[in-house]
């Protein structure tokens, strides 16, 4: 057995089961479960072991590991690129942040997760549970015969409360990437497993963030393909917050074109262009609005009067401010090193990514 400090949560644990004899065993399933565990959810943090040749074992990736307790006595969990659902019943005991705990058999889908994985320990030790701690914020469940204690800490189940799974106006990233999936990752019509598929996306993707929600026990997220695209929803656990150019993450409102219609720009200076064909480039005012990771807004004087507005994001030349009035759409944009030579209609224009990115 290992010696271990005594004001460890997984020693006070121990010590609390002994006392108040916690190794019953549930027959039924609650028809409604302790209020201080039900409708909760929790990410994995480690499971501590008493046999000193396997110790403790961290997830790498804890966002892969994650379990919501249904008040009607449902769970549901995500366990790596598995999911497992099933019942859970709990008996608190008088002061409530103990008690008896039990898991009732899961039914889990049998993918082959790439190694290392806890996916196949979580389930097989989730019949040996018998009961739970809750302290310090964390949740942590005790296997019979002081086998070992699984660390849970709190997982938000409201995505506006989270950074991440906010819309960029709250805060959030403004665009998504695919990430931890070997075949592509399910767009779907709507936030649930049972929709339409829509396509697969490629794992480095790049989404726009349009909002998350928790839909079935887990969060969906509304996204589009960058740039104008295909609209729809994936899981929350296949994306992560899409990295720019520069090596930032662009978060919180693109208010880039807000700013340089109201002249407020971060940098001003001259870049070659040209307003109509045949016409030899030459150089030409121009202010630019930066809001983060690659956004920004480009004004340029044209040499005859009047100005044009180019968009970027996440480095990249998306459009003009063109109109019907201009009389002509066409967008079309070619690089050349670290040099966007963006064509409008019949003007051109040379914008390097230092006016971009700033530097």
């Not at 859970?88 to 942040?97: D, K, L, Q, R, Y």
């Not at 960058?226 to 150019?245: L, T």
């Not at 662009?250 to 070659?272: C, H, I, Q």
């Not at 109509?276 to 005859?304: H, I, M």
Request: aromatic letters at 8%.
């Amino acid at each position: 057995m290992k010696k271990a400090d005594s004001r460890s949560p997984l020693v006070l644990f121990s010590l609390i089961l002994a006392s108040i004899g916690l190794l019953m065993i549930m027959t039924t399933v609650a028809a409604e479960q302790p209020g201080s565990l039900a409708d909760t959810e929790w990410q994995l943090v480690e499971f501590q072991s008493m046999d000193d040749a396997i110790g403790t074992i961290r997830p790498d990736d804890p966002t892969r590991y994650t379990m919501r307790l249904g008040a009607d006595g449902s769970v549901s969990m995500q366990l790596n690129c598995n999911r497992a659902t099933g019942d859970w019943s709990a008996e608190p005991s008088a002061e409530g942040t103990t008690g008896s705990f039990r898991f009732g058999p899961l039914a889990m889908t049998r993918a082959l997760c790439p190694p290392p994985s806890m996916d196949e320990r979580i389930a097989r030790d989730a019949d040996y549970v018998r009961g739970y701690l809750l302290e310090s914020g964390n949740l942590y469940l005790s296997l019979m015969a002081d086998a070992g204690v699984y660390a849970w800490e709190p997982l938000h189940s409201n995505p506006a409360g989270s950074d991440d799974y906010a819309l960029p106006d709250d805060g959030g990233p403004r665009n998504w990437q695919v990430s931890g999936v070997s075949r592509g990752l399910n767009l779907r019509e709507e936030a649930s497993l049972q929709a339409k598929i829509l396509k697969g996306l490629p794992a480095g993707t790049v989404l726009d963030n349009l909002g998350c929600k928790q839909a079935g026990g887990r969060i969906w997220c509304d996204v589009q393909e960058f740039g104008g695209g295909m609209r729809g929803y994936v899981a929350a656990e296949y994306v992560k917050p899409a990295v720019s150019p520069d090596g930032s993450v662009a978060r919180g409102p693109d208010l880039s074109a807000e700013r340089a219609g109201k002249g407020k720009f971060d940098a001003t200076g001259t870049l070659r262009c040209t307003e109509a064909a045949g016409q030899p480039l030459r150089e030409c005012d121009f202010g630019v609005a930066r809001a983060g990771g690659g956004y920004s807004t480009v004004v340029v004087t044209k040499p005859y009067g009047g100005s044009r507005a180019i968009f970027f994001r996440m480095g990249k030349p998306i459009g003009a401010d063109t109109s019907e009035a201009d009389g002509y759409h066409e967008f079309s944009v070619t690089r050349e090193n670290d040099l966007n030579r963006i064509q409008v209609g019949p003007e051109r224009y040379e914008i390097p990514d230092v006016v971009v990115f700033g530097g």
